[in-house]
């Protein structure tokens, strides 16, 4: 009977993951009149590396990041200009975030807190490196110059995307902060499950 509880409060919880990274991949929704929040991505991942641990979980939510962006292409009409070679290697990169996760203690503001922000940071940076050196060496740039210009390109992107995680996971760590001491979301107010 509890693992049937766990398996619904899992399904719950990536359901609620899915619709807020529907809400927030970048692409023109409804949401978008209101507030434009960063994509909720590798918040999500991180999450589930944290304290869902289970494969299938990471694969629902790789596979429903490529199908938004499908779906915003396909029927929305939105720029596919990301789309080259190198967006096979993204589900890899968000599998790597999934599996850092596992090393993280807790989204909580504790004792490895230090510990804990470090790997999300380091974490976040790679993912981003080698999304973005596969999508800048399937560019005209790279084409033209090789990679003398991807210094400057990295330069100019990362302050401006990496943060956005950041930021995510700033407010996602506030919020199992109060939540362990609260417990308004008592599936995750303990420690990750082993």
């Given at each position: 009977m509890t693992e049937q509880i766990n398996k619904a409060r899992?399904?719950?919880?990536?359901?609620?993951?899915?619709?807020?990274?529907?809400?927030?991949?970048?692409?023109?929704?409804?949401?978008?009149?209101?507030?434009?929040?960063?994509?909720?991505?590798?918040?999500?991942?991180?999450?589930a590396g944290v304290y869902l641990r289970k494969f299938?979980?990471?694969?629902?939510i790789i596979v429903s990041a490529i199908a938004i962006d499908n779906y915003a292409i396909v029927y929305k009409g939105i720029s596919a200009n990301c789309i080259t070679p190198a967006y096979s290697v993204l589900p890899f990169t968000y599998?790597?975030?999934f599996w850092v996760g596992k090393y993280i203690s807790a989204l909580k503001i504790d004792t490895n807190i230090i510990k804990n922000a470090l790997i999300i940071i380091a974490a976040s940076c790679a993912q981003w490196l080698v999304a973005t050196s596969g999508y800048f060496f399937f560019t005209a740039t790279y084409a033209k110059t090789g990679w003398a210009n991807f210094p400057a390109y990295a330069a100019q992107w990362s302050v401006v995307e990496i943060p956005l995680v950041l930021y995510w996971m700033v407010a996602i760590t506030i919020v199992f902060t109060l939540n362990h001491r609260y417990s308004f979301i008592p599936y995750f107010s303990a420690h990750k499950s082993h």
């Open positions: 899992t399904i719950f919880a990536v359901f609620i993951m899915v619709l807020v990274m529907i809400a927030t991949r970048g692409h023109v929704n409804w949401i978008d009149a209101f507030v434009h929040l960063p994509d909720f991505t590798i918040p999500a991942l991180f999450i299938w979980v990471a694969f629902v599998y790597g975030i």
